[in-house]
């Protein structure tokens, strides 16, 4: 007797051969890593804007280029930024159905995403060289 393999997917989904991307728990883990890693960094950076309250624009350029303070804003910028650009790919996969408003979308959300990151790194690299 020969078991016969029954296949849970629709005639539709068979005769299109689309299947799981597998790409959704990766990103699921990144958003979850992010969101955990944003905790102690917003607190490390609430600590640093507290320092900066009150503080005339040379002694504000002063801390910001401090080697450690210009790191820990750094890895802010980037952590953050996958975290924006997890989540806007999150929102867009799952609510915009139009064949190519969704491509362009996506593509112009990783743009904006490394554009932001870049900005905001070489900003902080500008004022730690600098000051």
Known sequence: ????????????????????????TKDFWRQRVTSVLGVPLVAALLVVFWMLSGADYQSARQLIGHPMVALLIVVAIVNFTVHMRLGAQIIIEDYVHHPLAKPL???????????????????????????
Request: charged share 10%; net charge positive.
């Open 1 to 24: 007797m020969k078991i016969r393999s029954v296949s849970m997917r629709s005639g539709l989904a068979r005769a299109k051969g689309l299947g799981s991307a597998s790409s959704g």
């Open 105 to 131: 979308l996506l593509i112009t959300n990783i743009g904006l995403a490394y554009l932001a990151g870049a900005m905001g790194i070489l900003a902080v690299i500008d004022i730690a060289v600098t000051s």
